[in-house]
């Protein structure tokens, strides 16, 4: 047949290398100071395992820690709480960034590479957005409560009254912030929805007129949220977060435990992590005390946006990498280094095929890459038939038609990709393509199709005695092929191999308009081959047939 078993292994070979090529220095650096590419970089690599606590280490004046003890005495005096802080919770301001120290510049196929890393590290399931994307088809239409937006040297970001809102949902939180929200990879819920759970230690020194530490005070110890939603209809992400309630710990000593330690402020700042692309952020930093973190939980936000005009490739594909800080900062406090949660990354898009329900625009979007994006079908559900086939065609494809010529089916077996089992890949993944922006892929799987099924079309002649037996009965049925005609890697592909089955149209139909919808719901871009290491930047996807 027409599949190339060596220009199979070929790509593989050339993926890895490119790959390894693209590792930046800093991340060669940090992977031999350790052998982990834990060290100190810009963007460093991660593990799923369990966090360990974020340090920083703050300066007190002793005139701030006089006031303070002070302060302490009378609030013990009079039975009363601490006051409340002075600073304003937030404000729209955002201060003047300050350069990094050692940042750098990212070139795209190693922000690209990153994306990959990031989702290797993923090991908790994806929810796919498509059952929710369904039922908005299906129920009543209603406005859309999206408000304008503003341009701000050439970041979109939301006005105020925002879709996502001020908050996170309460459902949404409860339902992402499970175990597996508290390693160094965060969790990514489904393509729109991030949450994490990062512990956060900070040690207080008295310091000299001078600025020299001179006496360690104590330490303090919580736990940091994060919860980060994509935006559907702009280039942009709401960074939510705060201190989780009841988590603070105090270590100063008895006394400085009840009266002083409380009282010092801590502000949480969402940000974009150094090395940049192209990023902007929004609003100033959060400030309250320790204590009213602790007992009156509020909820900080940040939007994180990029531009099209940045942006790569026919999509204006851009990622932005973020980060919350943490950190105690005024006059009289002194904070070296915050502290920051491991970096993460967003993906922007302005991709003019995607629309939401109802046909909605939703020509511009921001999607989490660390997703291991899956479509699931059902063998019981209105797509039976297909599901059916597509689960032969994954795991026993040497059954399935068409068959290979004699002589290569003695020495391979057909190699099929794209399978999902309970969440994770066991494949190599899918790329979508679309009929009329990758014509050509798109017709060439559609004629290999054709030749298979019912013998006919300009490849005809390779499937005689190896394609379809019995031929669909077209008043009834429809040929239904896997890998799908809408991917790179169907029917027409030279480096893998494909299945096809006489299925119900009823079926057929089914499974094409899940598919469809499938693609709008989760922000799956088309393959664009002229992004920079179009392997790695391409969205991938998977299929997981259930029962």
Known sequence: MHRHRFARISRRAAVVALGLSLLSPQFAVAAEQDGTGSASSALPAYSSHSLKPVKLEVG?????????RERGKAAERSGKPLPEPVIPFQTERRPAAKPSKGATTMTFAEAAEFMERDVRRRTAPMKSTVDDYQRQQRGARTPATTTATTADGGFTTMATGATIGETPSQALYDTCMTDAASSD????????????????TADYWEKDAAGNPVDHLGTTTATLEIVAQGIEDQRSMRLFSQIKQGSVSYDWGWWDNIWTAPGVPLSLFGTCAPGQLDCGASRSPATLTWDNWNNNPSWAYWDISNSATAGY?????????????????????STEEPGTSPVQVIRCDSATYISGPFGADRSH?????????????????????????????QTRPEYTYPRLPAAEDAERDKDIPGQAVGGQPVHYGLHRIHSTLNAEDYQKNRDHKDGACYGTGPY??????????????TSTQQCDEYPFASTLEGAGSAEWDFSVQAVPITDNASAGGKLIAYYNADRI?????????PEGSNDRFWVEIVE
């Open 60 to 68: 007190i004046s002793t005139a701030q820690l006089k006031k303070l």
């Open 525 to 533: 871009l088309a393959w664009d081959a002229s992004l920079p290491y």
């Open 185 to 200: 990879g965060g969790r990514v819920y489904d393509r729109f929805t991030f949450c994490q759970r990062v512990p956060i």
């Open 460 to 473: 005809a002649a390779q499937y005689t005695g190896l394609g379809l037996d019995p031929r669909p009965d």
């Open 365 to 393: 979007g921001c999607v989490f890459p660390g997703a291991t994006p899956i479509l699931t079908y059902s063998l019981s559900g209105t797509e039976a038939a297909v599901a059916q086939h597509i689960l032969g065609a």
């Open 313 to 333: 490739g026919r999509d204006k594909v851009l990622p932005s990498f973020w980060q919350v800080e943490y950190f105690t900062e005024s006059d009289d406090f």
